[in-house]
């Protein structure tokens, strides 16, 4: 090479670099190239022409460009961006988070304040911030770090970064399965919910639990046509808006009686034995983690991610933490369970449980669709990569046996909310592994082994402290849970003292 093709080619290097670096071909407007689950070290990405990410090997015997369209094609890396249409924005992602974190049992935690006092209301913060977090660095592991030192997204989902960590054989087995496990249950719950909600709103009928659940799971059969995020965006938006108007009615009614709050109820205390499983139901609550690799790979800008994290999270937590101090002062040492059976009028509980009932049905679809997303991508791709051939066409329709497999799953989780005995406790018990694990150590543990070199002492710190923090939270929960459990199936109350009755009539 003389010293002109020399200088022409340290040109060239300066414009590549130069375009990388600046604003306009910064790492959010770039497409991205996915590595092979089989072989993280192969591969690694450089900028082009073009602006996109390409693989190249470099591998010493892999030199030739027909060896690298060969290896390439086996392995068949796409780009991560997919298809435009299925881009969703900061706002709509909004929702689907907030969908997560607001939880239906936002009419129980009045309750959790009469039980742990103060420390409630501080958990329902700190819980906040922790999962925000553990939100924001679990999808920080989705991405490494380029020769230039430019981030590059290289994994797609939870499952595989598990599979950077503990290999594709345990690691992804493991973490897929605690998902599918939170998922499943969520949907379960929701179903039961309506059931009884309903129920509870016209207790002189003839017709049993049962049946409000069968007539519940009619219109949940329509979740099986979803097959973008951005509807089920727009539900999750139609889901917030029922659980503002619930906050709004009890609150308002609450204020109306400002002149009675009594302010000495509220205590510095905590009952040891429910206390630990309502603080489970807070855990529960926040838990969005799931859903965040899916949400952020399909936001159109994805430098907002950090951003819709956290004012999802404050929001979620003012809502929180108000309404459930307010609603306790309200009522103070009376205060039930289900904080609308305080409410004095009966055309105001059916309002509400109206307003719940829409609530459950609007927030059944997000983690059912995330549910299916995760079978069709362990089963569902196609011969050699999975056991069996795509639920989609050529053309991107649902074909009729894959359509039939969600109806199936459907009504699956309705099956198991009639048949399963006391589910709520049960999943009280299977969540306090599953939801610590996912939301608290997980993330975190990750974290530390895939970004330890570039973290400073502070942010280890933090981490290592909120894993043991998730490990305290998962062993109270499961040993109390278990102790309920137990007793419910002795026909008891969770201790000879106190009763906790969760919004779910068992």
Same mark, same amino acid.
């Given at each position: 090479?003389?010293?002109?093709?020399?200088?022409?080619?340290?040109?060239?290097?300066?414009?590549?670099?130069?375009?990388?670096?600046?604003?306009?071909?910064?790492?959010?407007?770039?497409?991205?190239?996915?590595?092979?689950?089989?072989?993280?070290?192969?591969?690694?990405?450089?900028?082009?022409?073009?602006?996109?990410?390409?693989?190249?090997?470099?591998?010493?015997?892999?030199?030739?460009?027909?060896? /690298?369209?060969?290896?390439?094609?086996?392995?068949?890396?796409?780009?991560?961006?997919?298809?435009?249409?299925?881009?969703?924005?900061?706002?709509?992602?909004?929702?689907?988070?907030?969908?997560?974190?607001?939880?239906?049992?936002?009419?129980?935690?009045?309750?959790?304040?009469?039980?742990?006092? @103060?420390?409630?209301?501080?958990?329902?913060?700190?819980?906040?911030?922790?999962?925000?977090?553990?939100?924001?660095?679990?999808?920080?592991?989705?991405?490494?770090?380029?020769?230039?030192?430019?981030?590059? $997204?290289? $994994?797609?989902?939870?499952?595989?970064?598990?599979?950077?960590?503990?290999?594709?054989?345990?690691?992804?087995?493991?973490?897929?399965?605690?998902?599918?496990?939170?998922?499943?249950?969520?949907?379960?719950?929701?179903?039961?919910?309506?059931?009884?909600?309903?129920?509870?709103?016209?207790?002189?009928?003839?017709?049993?639990?049962?049946?409000?659940?069968?007539?519940?799971?009619?219109?949940?059969?329509?979740?099986?046509?979803?097959?973008?995020?951005?509807?089920?965006?727009?539900?999750?938006?139609?889901?917030?808006?029922?659980?503002?108007?619930?906050?709004?009615?009890?609150?308002?009614?609450?204020?109306?009686?400002?002149?009675?709050?009594?302010?000495?109820?509220?205590?510095?205390?905590?009952?040891?034995?429910?206390?630990?499983?309502?603080?489970?139901?807070?855990?529960?609550?926040?838990?969005?983690?799931?859903?965040?690799?899916?949400?952020?790979?399909?936001?159109?800008?994805?430098?907002?991610? $950090?951003?819709?994290?956290?004012?999802?999270?404050?929001?979620?937590?003012?809502?929180?933490?108000?309404?459930? @101090?307010?609603? /306790?002062?309200?009522?103070? /040492?009376?205060?039930?369970?289900?904080?609308?059976?305080?409410?004095?009028?009966?055309?105001?509980?059916?309002?509400?449980?109206?307003?719940?009932?829409?609530?459950?049905?609007?927030?059944?679809?997000?983690?059912?669709?995330?549910?299916?997303?995760?079978?069709?991508?362990?089963?569902?791709?196609?011969?050699?990569?999975?056991?069996?051939?795509?639920?989609?066409?050529?053309?991107?329709?649902?074909?009729?046996?894959?359509?039939?497999?969600?109806?199936?799953?459907?009504?699956?989780?309705?099956?198991?909310?009639?048949?399963?005995?006391?589910?709520?406790?049960?999943?009280?018990?299977?969540?306090?592994?599953?939801?610590?694990?996912?939301?608290?150590?997980?993330?975190?543990?990750?974290?530390?082994?895939?970004?330890?070199?570039?973290?400073?002492?502070?942010?280890?710190?933090?981490?290592?402290?909120?894993?043991?923090?998730?490990?305290?939270?998962?062993?109270?929960?499961? @040993?109390?849970?278990?102790?309920?459990?137990?007793?419910?199936?002795?026909?008891?109350?969770?201790?000879?003292?106190?009763?906790?009755?969760?919004?779910?009539?068992?």
């Amino acid at each position: 090479m003389n010293w002109r093709e020399r200088l022409a080619f340290l040109a060239l290097n300066a414009r590549l670099a130069y375009r990388s670096r600046s604003s306009k071909h910064d790492e959010e407007r770039h497409e991205f190239a996915r590595y092979s689950s089989e072989d993280h070290g192969e591969y690694e990405s450089h900028p082009m022409k073009n602006g996109k990410f390409s693989h190249f090997s470099t591998s010493a015997d892999d030199d030739t460009d027909e060896h /690298f369209r060969k290896k390439a094609g086996e392995n068949g890396w796409t780009e991560v961006d997919g298809d435009p249409r299925d881009k969703i924005t900061e706002w709509q992602a909004g929702w689907n988070v907030t969908n997560a974190i607001q939880g239906m049992f936002i009419v129980s935690f009045p309750y959790t304040v009469l039980q742990g006092g @103060y420390w409630a209301v501080v958990a329902m913060v700190l819980v906040a911030y922790i999962c925000c977090h553990t939100g924001n660095i679990l999808v920080d592991c989705l991405y490494d770090l380029d020769a230039m030192g430019h981030k590059v $997204r290289v $994994r797609s989902s939870y499952v595989e970064i598990a599979a950077a960590v503990w290999g594709p054989r345990y690691g992804a087995r493991i973490v897929h399965c605690a998902q599918l496990i939170e998922l499943l249950m969520t949907c379960i719950l929701y179903v039961l919910l309506c059931g009884d909600l309903v129920q509870g709103s016209f207790p002189n009928t003839p017709l049993s639990l049962t049946s409000w659940i069968l007539l519940c799971t009619t219109p949940l059969l329509a979740c099986a046509f979803l097959t973008s995020l951005r509807r089920v965006s727009t539900l999750s938006m139609w889901c917030t808006i029922s659980h503002m108007l619930i906050n709004a009615i009890i609150l308002v009614y609450c204020f109306t009686k400002a002149k009675e709050w009594r302010w000495s109820d509220v205590q510095v205390r905590i009952d040891i034995w429910t206390f630990p499983i309502s603080l489970g139901i807070i855990v529960f609550s926040y838990t969005s983690q799931i859903f965040l690799p899916a949400l952020e790979g399909k936001l159109r800008d994805r430098s907002r991610f $950090r951003c819709m994290m956290t004012w999802t999270h404050v929001i979620a937590a003012i809502f929180k933490a108000l309404f459930s @101090y307010v609603g /306790f002062l309200t009522w103070g /040492f009376d205060t039930l369970e289900v904080v609308t059976n305080n409410l004095p009028s009966t055309s105001l509980k059916h309002i509400v449980n109206f307003f719940l009932v829409c609530k459950a049905m609007l927030s059944y679809p997000l983690p059912f669709f995330a549910s299916v997303d995760l079978l069709q991508t362990a089963f569902f791709q196609g011969r050699p990569k999975t056991c069996f051939s795509s639920c989609f066409d050529d053309s991107r329709q649902l074909t009729w046996w894959g359509l039939s497999l969600r109806l199936g799953l459907v009504l699956f989780t309705c099956a198991m909310a009639i048949t399963v005995p006391h589910f709520a406790l049960l999943m009280g018990l299977i969540g306090s592994f599953t939801g610590t694990m996912l939301s608290f150590v997980w993330p975190c543990y990750f974290h530390l082994r895939l970004r330890w070199h570039l973290m400073s002492r502070a942010a280890r710190v933090l981490d290592i402290v909120i894993i043991i923090t998730g490990l305290l939270c998962c062993g109270v929960g499961i @040993y109390y849970s278990g102790h309920a459990l137990s007793r419910a199936f002795q026909g008891l109350p969770p201790s000879s003292a106190h009763t906790l009755k969760l919004p779910i009539h068992n």
